[in-house]
C-alpha cells in the first residue's frame, strides 16, 4: 500500500517539471515531509488543452457515498481490481489525474514487535508522479469535494523485501497517456500499471518520528544509517 508519502520541491521545480499551465490555491502549497491519508494532496489533472495543478484530499470519496467517511478506507485502489470496483470503475476511465511525491515510507517489519520506518525515492532525487484517481463528492448540502486515491500494484524487487505492495510510479514518456481525458479503453492504460524499475530506487531507515502524522520536518527524511 502506499499510506505516507512527501513533496519537498519548490514551486517552481512543480510547474516546471510536470508543463503546468494554472496552479490553483498555489498560495496553499508548501512543503510537506510527512502526508498521510485525509489531508490535502498535490494532484495534476489535464482537462483537455492544459494541465492543471491543484490539491485533492486523500481518500476517495465515490459519487454515490452517504457521507465523507468512506474516503478513510479509499487511500489505494489495487490496479487489478479497478474494474470490478464500484468506486473506481468510472474514475479509471474518465478521471485520472498524477499525485505528486518525491519519496514514500513503508514499514519494514523485523519481527513480530517491531517494525521501523523506511523512505523510498528515485535514486536522481527526483519528482515523480504517482498514477491516481480522483472523484467530486457532493454533499447533502450541495457542497462539493474533491478527493482521490493511489493506485497500488506488486512490488518490485527493492520494496518487496518491505511491502507487499507499491505505489504505481509512472515513467514520465507515460503520464500524458494517464491524463489524456479523451482515452477511455482502460487496454491501453492497462500496461502502465507496473512497478518501476527498482533500478532507479533506492530504500534507506529514518526516524520513528515519521510514525506520527502531527511531525513535518526535514528530520523525517535524514538517513538513519
Known amino acids: 500500500m502506499c499510506g505516507r508519502f512527501t513533496l519537498t520541491a519548490t514551486i517552481d521545480q512543480l ?36 494541465n492543471k495543478m491543484g490539491f485533492l ?17 479509499m487511500i489505494n485502489a489495487r490496479s487489478e481490481t479497478l474494474l470490478e470496483k464500484p468506486s473506481f470503475r468510472t474514475a479509471y476511465k474518465k478521471k ?25 525515492k528515485l535514486k536522481s532525487e527526483e519528482l515523480f508522479a504517482m498514477a491516481g484517481l480522483w472523484e467530486n463528492w457532493k454533499s447533502p448540502e450541495g457542497k462539493s469535494i474533491f478527493s482521490c486515491t493511489v493506485i497500488t500494484t506488486t512490488p518490485n524487487h527493492l520494496v518487496e523485501d518491505i511491502h507487499d505492495r507499491m505505489p ?6 507515460d503520464e500524458k497517456i494517464w491524463l489524456d481525458p479523451t482515452i477511455s479503453d ?6 502502465l500499471l507496473v512497478p518501476l524499475d527498482e533500478n532507479l530506487m533506492e530504500v534507506y531507515e529514518v526516524s520513528p518520528l515519521v510514525n506520527s502524522p502531527k511531525n513535518n520536518s526535514i528530520e523525517l527524511i535524514q538517513r538513519i544509517c
Open 168 to 173: 504505481v510510479i509512472l515513467r514520465p514518456e
Open 96 to 120: 485520472r489525474c498524477l499525485i505528486i511525491a518525491d519519496s514514500f515510507y513503508e514499514w519494514k517489519k523485523l519481527d513480530d514487535k517491531k517494525k521501523v520506518p523506511m523512505r523510498i
Open 15 to 50: 510547474m516546471d517539471r510536470f508543463n503546468i499551465e494554472y496552479f490553483l490555491e498555489q498560495d496553499n502549497f508548501q512543503p510537506c515531509y510527512n502526508i498521510a491519508p485525509s489531508q490535502s494532496v498535490l494532484a495534476v489533472i489535464n482537462n483537455g488543452r492544459h
Open 186 to 191: 482502460t487496454r491501453l492504460l492497462d500496461p
Open 57 to 73: 484530499r486523500w481518500g476517495l470519496i465515490p459519487p454515490f457515498a452517504k457521507d465523507v467517511s468512506i474516503g478513510n478506507k
